[in-house]
């Protein structure tokens, strides 16, 4: 056996030791995250009291480590933001987005047909699986942060042309402290009934109730009659509060506003939770029925909406809407 033939074994195998080293820390950094955020007191105690700038800024050094390896490992795609760049929800974006999008399909409110309208789409979250499914319809996706709509134009936009990013610049403290538009008072840039689904997944949950009011009216109009739309929420009743007071969720909203509370009131809109009477009556009002009722989610101390799934889905509660008809005017 030659030296330099064992010297390319010896090398080959380092090579794979290194791999699987790398793969196994990069897993570890991610479930260290996912353990956090179940965590009330990281929650609804540190995050609140952490300046934003200086959250933000955490979030991106905490993902340098992950996506140095997966730069290392040559496992980068072009139609996955560096996760650095990803601001909302779970970094997992091939299989815990293609899970939502399954499950869509699987209830019936999506097709390949189908006008999307993803509100809060950040940085394309939900649009990637998309793209290889929406052969004859199209989507549309509007978010409130320069930096997601930016990422989406660049990555997506150019190579699916019914694929189309706006940004809103609505201000919100949390998310776009710079913003010149009030939520309350912003029109969605699109046609009365232009689309068939409608899908606000972990945006109310950082809204105000005049905002909640107006994008909720705004649904309504740009819906179809017959439309679906999917929104998650932090739904207050008696047994989430319940289960709140005694420390099983990972999230104690500490104060009431009547139909609404707040984790922290200096960041109100970091979480927002809602009565259920007070968000179904506002549904119903504006002619989104909810006949298919509220899901509700993990967030409170309950097992998860979708056991299989680990992100803000199975966390939050769902409500699934059908556009009946406008009862008020917007």
């Given amino acids: ?66 996506e140095l390896i997966e730069s290392v490992l040559g496992q980068s795609d072009d139609l996955i933001p560096p996760k650095s760049k990803i601001f909302v929800g779970s970094v997992d974006f091939k299989e815990g987005a293609q899970e939502g999008i399954d499950r869509l399909i699987r209830m019936g409110v999506i097709t390949p047909q189908s006008r999307v309208l993803d509100v809060g789409c950040g940085i394309g979250r939900l649009a990637i699986p998309l793209t290889s499914y929406l052969k004859g319809g199209s989507y549309d996706g509007l978010d409130i942060v320069p930096s997601g709509i930016d990422w989406c134009n660049d990555h997506i936009a150019p190579k699916y042309p019914n694929f189309r990013f706006t940004l809103a610049d609505i201000y919100n403290k949390e998310y776009n402290p710079g913003g010149r538009v009030r939520a309350s008072e912003y029109m969605f840039p699109y046609p009365d009934d232009a689309f068939d689904l409608v899908l606000l997944i972990s945006v109310f949950t950082h809204m105000l109730p005049d905002d909640t009011q107006r994008y909720v009216s705004e649904i309504s109009r740009v819906l179809r009659p017959g439309g679906c739309c999917w929104a998650t929420f932090y739904i207050l009743n008696g047994d989430s509060i319940e289960m709140m007071e005694a420390g099983k969720g990972s999230l104690h909203f500490k104060h009431d506003h009547g139909t609404y509370w707040t984790v922290n009131d200096k960041v109100p809109e970091l979480s927002t939770g809602y009565e259920e009477g007070y968000i179904t009556e506002l549904f119903e009002r504006h002619g989104l029925s909810l006949a298919d009722g509220v899901h509700l989610g993990g967030w409170s101390g309950r097992p998860a909406l979708f056991a299989d799934e680990a992100g803000n889905l199975g966390d939050q509660d769902l409500l699934l809407a059908t556009k009946v008809g406008r009862t008020v005017a917007p």
């Fill in 1 to 66: 056996m030659s030296s330099a033939g064992e010297q390319g074994r010896v090398s080959t195998g380092a090579a794979r030791f290194a791999r699987t080293v790398l793969q196994r820390l990069a897993s570890a950094v991610d479930r260290f995250r996912q353990l956090l955020f179940r965590q009330e007191w990281f929650n609804s105690v540190l995050m609140p009291a952490i300046p934003r700038s200086i959250r933000w800024n955490l979030r991106k050094l905490y993902f340098l480590v992950p």
